[in-house]
């Protein structure tokens, strides 16, 4: 079973006139969205186009530190695109980072030692970008259930305060209805896998000319990780950033300190000279790459 899928300038042009119905559905209803669904697929556009070529890239050189290197980068942006969902002024961007770490290596490490991918980048990357959009959804969902909830119960947080209850015991049921909220969508599209739709990974595999058989097995997969980043996602992150709405004194703090700042995170400096210590192993098989081309 073998299937040529390709698409060329012309199909692309073509398929353009589908943006063009949200342009004039925006027009018509004077939505306001007009530039905005413009920027969004020259956005877009911009960001595959630059993605196909660093994945090419990285696919000839085939190093690891290379690979390593990329989960990374999608980690650290998906971590601070969760961040930047919490309305809590107060919240951290480490909570995210260590949330969306712990629980992206961990599904990888099972995958590897498991024998279900390989240590290799066309295998990494792709499952990498799968597990940290998955969690980031996750985490975002925990964050804003979980500010929502104790901005409506902060009568009743400060009450178990009062009769002695720590800051873990006054959160709890907040805590448990935020990891609920945000795992519920994951479990929903589980439920309806196959009968409703026909996800993303499975559907590249049978325009691949897989055998749909074979392909399911691959979807199951899939079906396991997303829901165990759901899990880990929601309950780091929830457990991490519950404190977050308590003061020195474990209080919740007044309604009037609860201001947006804005200002994002120290973390720029560590983070630049990671990723390039994990670089400079790399230079060699880059100038190697570039020679052979």
């Known amino acids: 079973m073998h299937n040529s899928v390709t698409v060329s300038n012309l199909s692309l042009v073509f398929a353009f006139a589908l943006v063009m119905v949200s342009v004039g559905i925006s027009l018509k209803e004077q939505l306001g969205l007009t530039k905005d669904v413009l920027w969004s697929v020259c956005r877009a556009i911009v960001q595959l186009v630059i993605v196909g070529y660093v994945l090419k890239f990285i696919f000839n050189i085939n190093n690891t530190w290379l690979t390593i290197l990329m989960t990374l980068f999608?980690?650290?942006?998906a971590s601070w695109n969760a961040y930047?969902?919490?309305?809590?002024?107060?919240?951290?961007?480490?909570?995210?980072?260590?949330?969306?770490?712990?629980?992206?290596?961990i599904v990888l490490g099972v995958l590897i030692l498991s024998g279900a991918i390989k240590l290799i980048p066309s295998q990494i990357i792709p499952i990498t970008g799968m597990i940290a959009s998955n969690?980031?959804?996750a985490m975002g969902l925990c964050y804003k259930t979980m500010n929502a909830a104790f901005h409506d119960q902060r009568q009743q947080v400060l009450e178990k305060l009062a009769l002695g209850a720590d800051v873990k015991l006054a959160s709890q049921a907040i805590l448990k209805r935020s990891i609920k909220t945000a795992m519920q969508p994951s479990i929903d599209s589980i439920k309806t896998v196959g009968l409703v739709s026909l996800p993303g990974m499975m559907s590249g595999l049978i325009f691949a000319g897989v055998d749909p058989v074979y392909a399911i097995r691959y979807q199951i997969m899939v079906s396991f990780m997303l829901l165990a980043t759901t899990g880990f996602g929601a309950v780091i992150s929830g457990y991490l950033s519950y404190r977050n709405y308590f003061n020195d004194r474990q209080r919740p703090p007044p309604t009037s300190d609860r201001i947006k700042t804005g200002a994002p995170p120290a973390?720029?400096?560590?983070?630049f000279v990671s990723m390039m210590l994990i670089t400079i192993p790399v230079?060699?098989?880059?100038f190697k790459a570039v020679q052979l081309s």
């Open 74 to 77: 999608i980690i650290v942006n």
């Open 84 to 105: 930047k969902r919490d309305p809590n002024p107060h919240s951290h961007y480490w909570n995210s980072l260590v949330a969306l770490l712990v629980g992206t290596y």
């Open 135 to 137: 969690g980031m959804v």
């Open 267 to 271: 973390w720029w400096g560590s983070c």
């Open 283 to 286: 230079v060699p098989d880059v």
